[in-house]
């Protein structure tokens, strides 16, 4: 999937989390969960990586599950 930006693909990230906790308890009208659930969905997944463009170099960069993580904690406490 393409996003316009890291911030973007991170919300959805969160986004598909939450999506996945509302569906495993329907009952629940007002989700909350931590940063720690989060990851340990993220880790829970096959397989996690991100391919950001460099417009410096012109080329994708690749990164792992843990540069993934680190921005979603920058950006999940800011929230």
């Known amino acids: 999937m393409?996003?316009?930006?890291?911030?973007?693909?991170t919300n959805i990230?969160?986004?598909?989390?939450?999506?996945?906790?509302?569906?495993?308890n329907p009952a629940i009208r007002e989700?909350?969960?931590s940063i720690?659930?989060?990851y340990n969905f993220i880790d829970g997944l096959a397989d996690m990586s991100a391919l950001?463009?460099?417009?410096?170099?012109?080329a994708y960069?690749?990164?792992e599950r843990q540069w993934i993580t680190e921005i979603i904690e920058?950006?999940?406490?800011?929230?």
């Open 13 to 24: 990230i969160c986004d598909l989390y939450e999506r996945n906790l509302k569906e495993l």
């Open 31 to 33: 989700i909350t969960y």
């Open 61 to 63: 960069l690749s990164y």
């Open 2 to 9: 393409d996003y316009e930006s890291i911030s973007q693909a």
């Open 74 to 79: 920058i950006i999940y406490l800011k929230r």
């Open 36 to 38: 720690s659930d989060l």
């Open 52 to 58: 950001v463009y460099d417009h410096s170099i012109q």
